[in-house]
Every structure is written in C-alpha cells, then in structure tokens.
C-alpha cells in the first residue's frame, strides 16, 4: 500500500451566500450609497487550520453543526479547492461524505457499484471480482438490480459504505452518514472500521457520537468556527469538548429561570398532593392537581416562614443548573421567619421534565428537628452521590406545617439537568457493582 498521509498548512476556504436581490432600483441605490452589498455575503467555513495525518493513523473530527467538518473533508477529496493555504494528500483516497454522492438515481445497485469502480479508477474486471463481496456486506442481495432511487436512505448507505471499503482505500474518509443506518449495520461498519485501522489505512471519522470517536480513533480535532480549537489524544479533545457543551448548557439553563406567577388566594385549590416529599390527601392550601400536571411555575403560602432564596451546588460548592451524575451535590434553602409560626417543615420535590416525580423528601420524614431556626439561615440538603439518569429536571421547595398548611411553596422552581456518560436508562441509578463468578475449572476453548 503506498504511503497515505494527509497534511493542512495554514488552509481557509471562504465561501459567498447570496441573499435575495434589490427588488427595486431605490434599494440597490440606497445600499450602493450606504456602501454594502446586501445580496451577498461572506463566510469563512474554514480559517488557517493546519494538522497533519500520519498513515495508519485514525483522526476524528469532532464540533458542532457549521463548524467546518464536511468542508475539511471535501477539501481533502478535491471536491473543493481552499481560497488559501495548501492541502496533500498521498494515497488512494475512497470517501463516504454525503449520502448518494457518486450515484446515479435512474442506474440499478449493480451498474452503481461499477460506476463507482470507473471514478475511481478501476477496470470492469476489477470491479467483478470485488462485486460479489460488496453485495455480500450490504446485505443488498435482493435489492442490487432495483434502480437507486427506490432504495431508502439506509440502504444507500450500506451499499456505498459497502463500495467505499473494498476498493482498497489509503484513506478511508466517513462523515455523519452512518447514522442513518440500523443499529445491527452501525455496528457492523464500526467492525469493518477498526479492521481497516488494523491494516493501516488512514481513517477521518467525523460523527458527533463521541463514544465512537474515544473508542475507534487515536487523535482527535475539534473545530469550531472554522478554526481547531484543541487537538490531541481522543479522549482529551473530547473531554475538552464537553466542557465548551457543558458550560454553554450551564449558561442556557441559567438563562431560562424566571420569576414563579404569585397566586392569590381566591386561586388557593386543594390537590390530591402538594408537599415534597409527602403524598398527604388532607387540606392543604396549594394549586389544582391540574396545574400541578402543568408543571408552570407558581408560588403560595401565608409567609409566616418565606423562602429567601434556593441554590444548587456541584461537589466544590459552585452554584450550577448542570450536574454530573454519580457525583457531589446539594440544595441550599434560605429562609426568614417574619413572624411566630408552628414548627416548620422544609421539603424537596424533583420531577424530570415529561413529569415523572422522581424523588421527593422533607424534614419530618427524616426525623430532622427545626425547633430552634432562629429569625434567618439555610436549610441545606447534601448529596453524596447525585445518582440521576442523565435527563432534564425540575424542582420543587417548600417549607410548611407537618400536616401540609403551605408557608411558602414554590411549584416548578427552577429547572436543571444532570449529564453522564453512562447510557443507563431510568430514573435514579442505585449504588451497585457486577460480580462474575465462573463455575471453578470450568473453561472455555479459543
């Protein structure tokens, strides 16, 4: 196999969008006299980016949508040519970028896969004798003689997924495309993937399933903006990546919290429950059960005893609305006592987002005494393992009588969301552990 590398030094690709023209001479005037021309505009996909792939080796490219991936990818196979900056590629390049590229609609399976062949420079014969070993692996045998443009996205990617590995790539280039694929055909290709990387073809994998990219990758670029934001071993960059999507997830979520609706009292209902943590079917002073299936954020009470203020913690006592599961937390309720009142109970209540309630505690299910609060302080709520599936949340506070007369409650107080990179699926996850115990000289042959 001949030497596979790929090199960017210093590459920028622009682009121009052109939007809807002067509709009228005036405008065109006008916008000439301002000096701007609105019916174009300039983008720069890419901007001095410079990396280098060594043969054998497999990079990931990683970012969010518009960041310049397809471009890089594009620019590699000549489909595009950069505005500045040089592009080498050595080797026979074989590229799964955009779903369909290279077929023709009105040809059959078949003719495809040996027009495909032609492009990139094999004979018939050639192609003949891999044809039967690419139908094989796309699974497309009683599909091959239908003309492509009856075949569903999926299958298109098998058969040019099927194509782009057995004509003997240097450089196997593969953009998102996989992800339309069936879960069995995913996991197939990603096989075939790590076979090629064995025998030391260069790989480009862009996806955003970053799993994938840890696992099948050895370096990894994260562009954004056009520009490589980090690059190194593949689980670093995306370590690095996800604390960019974690503290703009952390900025987005503390944008959302707004002030709860004050209800008046002639809008005080009875539910079937309102109190975190209880499921009390006493009067109790409080919203509809159908306002409680709405989830709107409400707030009432008498305030004898008001809450002041609620704040979520991470491990290191920062305030956040992103919490990372399995890990330290805590709920911090501040109170003021404005005037003499029964002892209080101060309660928690966490629903996910489609309304499920998850968990719910107060303080005298706990046994915790609030005889002595004193006129002001918090009311704190200690998490030594913050152990929700990974999801968005809601919470509830309130501080009330034992038998669930509201001093202040607040209904839906603000919203937050926990992220792991565990993919469990539930509600809570439990402290646990896998035993595997083999019966004793018991083995299996290899």
């Known amino acids: ?81 950069p505005t500045s900056g040089q592009v080498v590629v050595q080797g026979r390049v074989s590229a799964l970028i955009e779903l369909g590229a290279g077929f023709h609609p009105d040809l059959t399976g078949r003719e495809n896969v040996y027009l495909n062949g032609s492009l990139l420079g094999f004979s018939r014969n050639e192609m003949k004798a891999k044809f039967d070993q690419i139908v094989e692996f796309s699974e497309l045998e009683k599909f091959i003689d239908v003309p492509i443009k009856h075949y569903s ?21 593969i953009d998102e495309i996989l992800a339309v694929g069936d879960q069995a055909f995913q996991n197939k290709c990603l096989g075939k993937i790590g076979e090629l990387k064995r025998q030391g073809v260069t790989i480009l994998f862009v996806s955003h399933d970053l799993d994938a990219v840890q696992g099948l990758c050895d370096r990894a670029l994260w562009l954004e903006g056009g520009r490589v934001q980090v690059e190194g071993l593949a689980r670093e960059v995306v370590d690095h990546y996800l604390m960019r999507v974690h503290e703009k997830e952390q900025a987005d979520l503390a944008a959302q919290q707004t002030a709860p609706i004050e209800m008046l009292p002639g809008e005080e209902l009875r539910p079937e429950h309102s109190v975190p943590g209880t499921q009390y079917q006493g009067p109790v002073e409080g919203p509809s059960k159908e306002t409680l299936t709405a989830r709107a954020k409400k707030r009432w009470g008498t305030r004898e005893i008001e809450i002041t203020s609620v704040r979520l913690l991470d491990g290191v006592g920062e305030e956040t609305f992103l919490f990372e599961s399995d890990q330290p937390a805590a709920i911090e309720v501040g109170y003021r006592i404005n005037r003499p009142a029964e002892t209080p109970v101060f309660g928690i209540g966490i629903y996910r987002d489609d309304g ?14 609030t005889d002595d609060l004193g006129g002001a ?70």
């Open 377 to 446: 302080g918090i009311v704190r709520v200690a998490f030594d393992r913050f152990a929700f599936i990974e999801g968005n949340y809601t919470l509830d506070v309130a501080v009330h009588t034992s038998y669930g007369y509201a001093y202040d409650y607040h209904l839906h107080y603000c919203t937050f969301a926990v992220r792991s990179r565990l993919k469990d699926a539930g509600v809570f996850r439990p402290a646990h552990r896998w035993e595997l115990n083999p019966a004793p000289g018991d083995t299996v042959s290899q």
């Open 153 to 173: 996205s999926g299958m298109h990617m098998r058969l040019g997924f099927a194509v782009a590995i057995h004509v003997d790539p240097d450089i196997l280039l």
């Open 1 to 81: 196999m001949a030497t596979a590398t790929i090199g960017f030094d210093n590459v920028s690709k622009k682009f121009t969008l052109r939007h809807e023209r002067a509709r009228s001479f005036q405008e065109a005037a006008l916008a000439f006299l301002r000096g701007r021309d609105n019916s174009r505009e300039e983008l720069w996909a890419l901007k001095d980016v410079s990396f280098a792939v060594e043969r054998g080796e497999t990079l990931g490219i990683i970012g969010p949508n518009g960041s310049g991936k397809s471009t890089v990818l594009k620019l590699i196979t000549r489909i595009l040519e």
């Open 356 to 369: 499920t309630y998850c968990y719910g505690t107060n303080t005298d299910i706990e046994g915790i005494s």
